[in-house]
């Protein structure tokens, strides 16, 4: 699996419907050690879907205040990687304090890279995010959405969001059953699938890298 594969891969029909129905997508947790990925993911959105993503036009400064600014401990990121370890696709799962009777919530923000779009990524990272917010007795998920975002708004209303719209705004809430053995379970195997998905592409990496050395040593050359 070299960086052809990958480009291969990618050129493949965005929105083919086979690819987001059958294929497994590993979802791996983020941590501060992955800082770095989140900027270069963030700040390589155009300016259409910064505005999409963060309500406005962030700069890229602004943007990295806000990776900086992620609670790991408190709040929780995803991330789905490509073949370089590059984050095609992140979400961001922020936990509100709850105040006096107030509903446990957390907000939902999601984005993919253009050529990863189409494929189930957003999706995937939403269901997970849902699962997710389950198990740690979230009760209620909240998305801030633009108005023209067909994608995120299909994505909330196939979950069954109830949408508000306010202007160019619109606000979705989700309310969650509670956690059960099976999404405990779920994010555990998930878990751990990625964990191992994520080295076997390191690995492969580290391979590709060693054979592109080897074909520039003139030792190897035939
Ligand atoms: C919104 C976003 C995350 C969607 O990611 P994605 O991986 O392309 O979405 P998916 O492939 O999972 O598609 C999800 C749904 O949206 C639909 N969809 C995807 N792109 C679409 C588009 N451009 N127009 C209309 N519908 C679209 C898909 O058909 C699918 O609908 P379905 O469940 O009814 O089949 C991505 O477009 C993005 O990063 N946008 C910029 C940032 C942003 O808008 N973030 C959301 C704010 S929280």
Not at 202 to 208: C, G, I, M, N, T
Request: aromatic share 8%; glycine share 6%.
């Amino acid at each position: 699996m070299s960086n052809q594969t990958e480009i291969l891969e990618a050129a493949l029909p965005a929105d083919s419907a086979a690819t987001a129905a059958w294929a497994w997508v590993a979802v791996r947790t983020l941590g501060p050690q992955h800082r770095s990925h989140m900027l270069t993911h963030l700040t390589a959105l155009g300016d259409f879907d910064r505005s999409l993503r963060f309500g406005q036009l962030a700069t890229d400064e602004q943007i990295r205040a806000y990776v900086e600014r992620i609670d790991f401990e408190r709040d929780q990121a995803f991330g789905i990687f490509d073949r370089r370890l590059q984050l095609a696709a992140m979400a961001h799962l922020a936990f509100e304090p709850v105040l006096g009777e107030s509903e446990p919530t957390a907000e939902f923000g999601v984005s993919v890279l253009e050529r990863w779009r189409r494929r189930g990524y957003g999706a995937r990272l939403f269901d997970h995010a849902v699962t997710h917010a389950r198990n740690r007795g979230v009760r209620n998920l909240l998305i801030h959405i633009a108005r023209e975002n067909s994608a995120m708004l299909a994505i909330v209303r196939r979950a069954g969001a109830e949408v508000q719209f306010d202007g160019a705004e619109a606000t979705a809430q989700l309310p969650l059953p509670q956690d059960t053995l099976a999404t405990q379970i779920e994010e555990l195997v998930g878990h751990q699938a990625a964990e191992l998905d994520y080295r076997f592409k390191r690995h492969v990496l580290r391979l590709d890298k060693l054979r592109e050395v080897c074909l520039l040593s003139p030792l190897v050359r035939p």
